[in-house]
């Protein structure tokens, strides 16, 4: 069952070592900053991560790579014109780099999530990304063997909870949420706020509570501090 | 593997009374889902369970075609031919439901994301092999529906049977004989005589009604052990 | 753009012999009835078809079938206590029948939409119908590598469609419409209602658009009729 | 393909004024973006493309981050940061929009539902490959994005550039020399001094601005043709 908590901290406890942590977000719309600072404080590290990016200016993000707990980013565009921090770990060679085309992203997390072993995928054929994987011809068409990636932990932000762990996003910060929320172990989300169960109409919920192991109300964290 | 483990610890020969009906199974299988457990329930006998499930659980039902949070069975004009399960039955909506269509439910169920279905089978083997689609008869019309992900999807699959077909036979058998759903798939099979756990060490008798693990022992194909042992 | 009529007779025009076509609903819980009433009468011919039933009573598929129209029937789960117009086609040999496990079903027309050219699947290995197909272990766990379906014609039921072709659907109604509107060069809606665009909240749109060919305004065919 | 075909059918050498500007070159791609297609902008000059559609082009934006019927950029009140395009730019929403999560947005585009893309680029070649993600420099940190996701997924990608690097080297090539972002799988080339049709027959010049197609096969190292050729 979906536990629901104000406290940043509580939320991401027991978080290990060397876990794959999914970070939702496509730039900072969706980032569940709250929660990513919370993990600074929780300690963990050697963690791999997973983000469309690879951390905006000094916080979220790049605060967590800024403080070395990240072995290694997987993400589909790291450089952006504030991405100093993981720039200078990269050149420094402090930390791995995996660039997967966006699409993959989503749908090798999306195939974590739903089971399946390995897609035949066109995107990237005869490209330096497709170096050294597995090929396939299908109907005259060239597919590259793309594999699942699982999340030990997802870290997503929504807009509202309801405290069986529905979830409803806004606009474009939806972007990676739902998919990183069915491809971890532990799903972490942080939402503007919880309802009572019930007030979510069940046509419009987008991550059902199923996907959904904990919820950060960050109108009760803001009340508390 | 999340069910909780055996309560008694130890092999519980229930012989006050006789073999279990299709109620007092159903009872002993709500008894044995976790609270706040993901299940669904398949079609026919596995739906009973729900009428066992206690108010307060946090048990949520999950129907394939569809939805999240599936309450009893719809009467009168809460009927909506919208609205049903994956026997095609009229249910009702529980509050925190949500509906996803068929491929994200079933992403569901093949991601490893239901903790329990509950299953009615023809035969079981020894190691949890499941046959319970088709008879094999040759005039028999295939159809599978959601069995074969059902039986790979759910992080733990209980089977509710009668023990012994018509003629006596053993259900729970060394190998299958009818076509199979799944592999290695259940982890519990609960029947009107017995209830066994499944899996790659063979079979442990957990629990008897009305006979005794020896008198079982003798009746089946299959080396049965008790818990603990 | 999507094409908006009141008109059945409109809305399947042009459907080829030898297509295959899409039919949604689980049941007749979104099954587009008076699409397929209207396909009958188009007479399009040596068809395909794909749904999860195949047919109920005698009217909609099951009169499909009836009117010797389809060659093969692609569904996972024929067989139903009112099915006896399939059954008695089967049984005559009139039909061919390809039994897909219904999540196979489903995510073999997402793998369609999807540009996916095929998957490595859990969902049967061991049984009958992973017989012949290639299986590979990844993981330790062993999986039956499957293949899109593919639709000339899909044809769905769906509750609520806007003038730009945008759907949202009501309850269990949903199950393999929006699949299957990804899946097929010509999806083909039928609605009990169509609003003015703009009247659909962005954030409870099942169906984008951009998925949806034509709409068969139920409410306009009723109030011509 | 689904774009139409160039209007005029025979190649047009436009003599009277010079190269296009990049608004200029904005304007002629969206004449050629049939009504009521789906077209995703790409990051930069692309999406200067949305300024020149007709108010009744029917056309549709989509943007990889999770929308359809994209408006124009965001001002003043309207910024909503939870409202971006792919180049994280507030952007607004127009009637008959709709979001959805990436893995859909990506399906959208990899299932070939899209009609047009289009991308800016280093190198193209002869036969439509793209080189637009990475320049090879050593010292560049690799940043790939949704690019390769476009160029394999829309119907038809079209790409807007000058046809000169500043050295005065052509970027329509023989052999791109830029790591790939895609294999022939650019139709259209629009540049500042001509409109190029790409395909496995080679290169078609379809206008030429401010210059003529003898004095462009002269500058470039891949053979051209006319159209009707």
């Known amino acids: 069952m979906t536990v629901v908590t104000g406290e940043p901290d509580r939320a991401v406890d027991g978080i290990a070592d060397g876990s794959t942590v999914l970070i939702g977000g496509f730039g900072l719309a969706g980032m569940p900053v709250t929660l990513v600072e919370a993990l600074i404080r929780q300690g963990a590290t050697d963690l791999t991560v997973v983000s469309n990016n690879a951390g905006n200016g000094d916080t979220g993000l790049a605060a967590l790579l800024a403080a070395g707990r990240v072995r290694k980013m997987i993400c589909s565009f790291p450089r952006q014109s504030d991405s100093w921090v993981f720039d200078g770990l990269y050149r420094a060679g402090k930390i791995e780099l995996e660039v997967v085309p966006q699409g993959n992203l989503a ?7 739903a089971g399946i072993g390995a897609f035949y995928c066109p995107t990237g054929v005869g490209t330096p990304l497709a170096e050294g994987k597995e090929k396939r011809t299908i109907d005259g068409r060239e597919y590259v063997l793309e594999y699942p990636i699982k999340g030990d932990v997802a870290l997503i932000g929504a807009h509202t909870g309801d405290r069986m762990g529905n979830l409803v996003y806004r606009k474009t910060a939806r972007n990676f949420g739902p998919v990183m929320a069915t491809a971890a172990a532990l799903t972490i989300a942080q939402v503007s706020q919880v309802v009572e169960t019930g007030e979510l109409d069940p046509e419009t919920v987008v991550t059902p509570c199923i996907h959904v192991d904990r919820i950060l109300d960050l109108s009760a964290a803001e009340a508390a501090s | 593997m999340t069910v909780i483990p055996h309560p008694a610890g130890r092999t519980v020969e229930h ?6 009906d299709r109620d007092g199974l159903a009872a002993v299988v709500a008894r044995d889902i976790p609270r706040g457990s993901f299940v669904n329930l398949g079609i026919g006998q596995p739906t009973m369970v729900a009428d066992h499930l206690a108010a307060d659980s946090g048990v949520v039902l999950h129907t394939e075609n569809g939805m999240l949070g599936m309450g009893p069975a719809a009467q009168g004009d809460a009927v909506d031919p919208d609205l049903i399960n994956a026997g095609k039955i009229p249910v009702t909506e529980l509050p925190g439901a949500s509906y996803f269509h068929h491929a994200d439910s079933f992403a569901m169920m093949r991601g490893g994301h239901l903790d329990v279905c509950v299953l009615g089978a023809y035969q079981v083997s020894g190691r949890g092999d499941l046959a319970n689609w088709h008879t094999g008869a040759p005039d028999a019309i295939p159809a599978v529906g959601g069995a074969m992900d059902l039986a790979i999807g759910a992080k733990d699959v209980f089977v ?21 759903t799944g592999l290695a798939c259940v982890s519990r099979l609960y029947t009107d005589q017995a209830l066994f756990h499944l899996g790659p060490d063979g079979v442990t008798v957990a629990e008897t009604y009305g006979t005794t693990v020896d008198e079982l022992a003798a009746r089946l194909d299959v080396p049965v052990r008790r818990l603990g042992e």
């Open chain 1, 107 to 113: 749908e090798r997390m999306r195939a974590a999530g």
């Open chain 2, 15 to 20: 012989l006050g009374s006789g073999p279990l």
């Open chain 2, 160 to 180: 509710m049977m009668t023990l012994f077909a018509r003629d006596g036979t053993p259900k729970l058998v060394p190998e299958c004989t009818y076509p199979l």
